[in-house]
């Protein structure tokens, strides 16, 4: 299980090192570790070195901020992630993997993170000696005038994450709709049913897009992205779509590319 995670999670980096960056936001903070930009006056995003610009979000509000995920290694992160809000900064994690749960949390004395996701802990957080939050579906985090919704979207890994404003009409999704190469690590009908669930979300509440865990300027995760993945799982399910041999044997083996998405998975997903 840990060698199929690291060889797919390298599968990752291999494909979207092919993508070119198309960046439009206005860099703030820059050094050789993470590059942060801005996406509006309270909003950001940083950009590790590591495992394809691995992708962290700085939200803040009148009176805090979080910070969704803490990338592979950034040191100093919450300390640089301070000095741009001017904000105490609260650590979450959309999912427990190395490129988001990476050695920088450790400068929090807590992260939140998805319960289900405590299976992956003992190797994507050894030796993190803070304490863990959980996150329960709906949770809002009420940052002083702006309140940043908890939305359980499992598929990527079980306890993956998406955080949402609602007001702002836009969320973070870390890896959980692949950031154009989604790897399953649940099943094929997890990411279905998440897909789904999340489409009625984005219909009430008019969601424009979602930003990823692999941001690189132009492909943020539209409502159109998640109906397709719904969609195109339950087209591999019920044999309607059919999938390549990867090449990937130790890892994820089959791969089904359309609609401008990579779905990675294995027989072990397929149900």
Not at 80 to 105: F, M, Q, R
Not at 204 to 222: M, Q, V
Not at 249 to 266: K, W
Request: proline content about 3%; charged content about 20%.
């Amino acid at each position: 299980m840990k060698k199929t995670l690291l060889i797919a999670l390298t599968a990752l980096m291999a494909f979207a090192c092919k993508a070119q960056t198309a960046y439009r936001e206005k860099t703030v903070f820059k050094n050789k570790d993470v590059e942060f930009r801005q996406i509006d006056a309270n909003t950001w995003h940083g950009n590790g070195i590591t495992m394809y610009n691995e992708s962290v979000y700085l939200v803040a509000g009148e009176k805090s901020a979080i910070l969704i995920d803490a990338g592979t290694t950034i040191p100093g992160l919450k300390q640089i992630a301070e000095k741009i809000c001017g904000k105490p900064v609260v650590l979450v994690a959309t999912h427990v993997h190395p490129d988001h749960t990476g050695s920088a949390i450790n400068e929090w004395d807590s992260i939140w993170i998805n319960a289900a996701d405590e299976v992956l802990a003992p190797q994507f957080m050894k030796g993190y000696k803070g304490e863990k939050l959980y996150l329960t579906d709906g949770q809002v985090f009420d940052l002083g005038g702006r309140e940043i919704e908890v939305i359980f979207t499992p598929g990527h890994t079980p306890g993956s994450t998406t955080f949402v404003d609602k007001a702002a009409q836009y969320g973070f999704s870390g890896d959980a709709f692949g950031s154009t190469n989604l790897l399953v690590m649940t099943s094929l009908s997890t990411v279905a049913s998440t897909s789904w669930r999340v489409q009625k979300f984005i219909d009430k509440y008019a969601i424009k897009y979602f930003y990823p865990g692999h941001y690189h300027g132009d492909n943020l995760e539209t409502p159109q992205r998640v109906k397709d993945l719904q969609e195109l799982c339950e087209g591999l399910l019920d044999g309607s779509k059919v999938a390549k041999k990867s090449g990937n044997t130790m890892g994820l083996t089959d791969v089904l590319e359309e609609r401008g998405v990579r779905i990675n998975f294995s027989e072990a997903q397929f149900r």
